[in-house]
T-cell receptor
Framework: SQQGEEDPQALSIQEGENATMNCSYK?????LQWYRQNSGRGLVHLIL?????REKHSGRLRVTLDTSKKSSSLLITASRAADTASYFC?????????????FGKGTLLTVNP | AAGVIQSPRHLIKEKRETATLKCYPI?????VYWYQQGPGQDPQFLIS???????DKGSIPDRFSAQQFSDYHSELNMSSLELGDSALYFC?????????????FGNGTRLTVT
């Protein structure tokens, strides 16, 4: 598998706290993306970070990428109950006509009001 | 804004039956991906199409086939269904084949095989 594990597998925090999720991968990538999934629903793209970028911000989201360690982290600041969902990282890799977007195992985040 | 449309939303089939899932991408998107997500699992890539041609193949069983039509919609055909095929099946679309912009997912088809 191109993907390693995401950790933690489950995270429970109180509203207002920050949530940090980590993702590791095994092979070289072109970019890494984070998606959110509410229970039984489709995946919603949150943020994309390219392999030559180290950090990216979008609203309350902050993503870091360390290609030397093949890892990424997603930080959600000032969490809200509505942030409760599963969060997946996905690595994008393409060479010529070969393209792959591979998802990690996901972190189930529960934000308690 | 228009999103990716999948039909049906729910499907119940018996073992050994066949099923057809449909996906209508966002207008002007030329690339479609199919993913399978078992209960509590991460989405697993099945197959993708770019400009109506198969562009990549993942862990898709031989019992499954798919195609992308001239209007860019795609269909996933599943035969000889097994209990283990019960899952959420997602379709995603994008423009181009470089994952930038990223994928837009439909709400999925929940297939239950009994």
């Amino acid at each position: 598998s191109q993907q390693g594990e995401e950790d933690p597998q489950a995270l429970s925090i109180q509203e207002g706290e920050n949530a940090t999720m980590n993702c590791s991968y095994k092979t070289s990538i072109n970019n890494l993306q984070w998606y959110r999934q509410n229970s039984g629903r489709g995946l919603v793209h949150l943020i994309l970070i390219r392999s030559n970028e180290r950090e990216k911000h979008s609203g309350r989201l902050r993503v870091t990428l360390d290609t030397s360690k093949k890892s990424s982290s997603l930080l959600i600041t000032a969490s809200r109950a509505a942030d409760t969902a599963s969060y997946f990282c996905a690595t994008a890799w393409y060479r010529g006509s070969n393209y792959k977007l591979t998802f990690g195992k996901g972190t189930l985040l529960t934000v308690n009001p | 804004a228009a999103g990716v449309i999948q039909s049906p939303r729910h499907l119940i089939k018996e073992k050994r039956e066949t099923a057809t899932l449909k996906c209508y991408p966002i207008p002007r998107h030329d690339t479609v991906y199919w993913y399978q997500q078992g209960p509590g699992q991460d989405p697993q890539f099945l197959i993708s199409f770019y400009e109506k041609m198969q562009s990549d193949k993942g862990s898709i069983p031989d019992r499954f086939s798919a195609q992308q039509f001239s209007d860019y919609h795609s269909e996933l055909n599943m035969s000889s269904l097994e209990l283990g095929d019960s899952a959420l099946y997602f379709c995603a679309s994008t423009f181009g084949d470089r994952f930038e912009p990223p994928l837009h997912f439909g709400n999925g088809t929940r297939l239950t095989v009994t």
